[in-house]
Nanobody
Framework: HVQLQASGGGLVQAGGSLRLSCAASGRAFSRFAVGWFRQAPGKEREFVGVVTHYAESVKGRFTISRDNAKSTVYLQMNSLRPEDTAVYYC????????????????WGQGTLVTVSS
């Protein structure tokens, strides 16, 4: 079992960059896979990516990495667009499809990213 906390959100201009962090506490963090999801205003929560796979909407712009020694997963966001505006969540799972939010057992509180035009 782990607890997750997403941070690093804020206001950024279109075309800019932002790095989000997902800090974990608890046992055996390295045994869990971590994914990122986001929820834009008025829309359903959607899959963003894991280390090995990304949504088509962010592929080539976002990069996910993890540092097990620091119990942290990062989401590097480049070339941001206004449509990237959303609350971003990190979540952990130990089984199931990586793109299925129902497969994730543990969720952070989310951090808001606002991209201005």
């Amino acid at each position: 079992h782990v607890q997750l906390q997403a941070s690093g959100g804020g206001l950024v201009q279109a075309g800019g960059s932002l790095r989000l962090s997902c800090a974990a506490s608890g046992r055996a963090f390295s045994r869990f896979a971590v994914g990122w999801f986001r929820q834009a205003p008025g829309k359903e929560r959607e899959f963003v990516g894991v280390v090995t796979h990304y949504a088509e909407s962010v592929k080539g712009r976002f990069t996910i990495s993890r540092d097990n020694a620091k119990s942290t997963v990062y989401l590097q966001m480049n070339s941001l667009r206004p449509e990237d505006t959303a609350v971003y969540y990190c979540a952990a799972r130990d089984r199931g499809y990586y793109y299925d939010e129902k497969a994730y057992d543990y969720w952070g509180q989310g951090t808001l990213v606002t991209v201005s035009s």
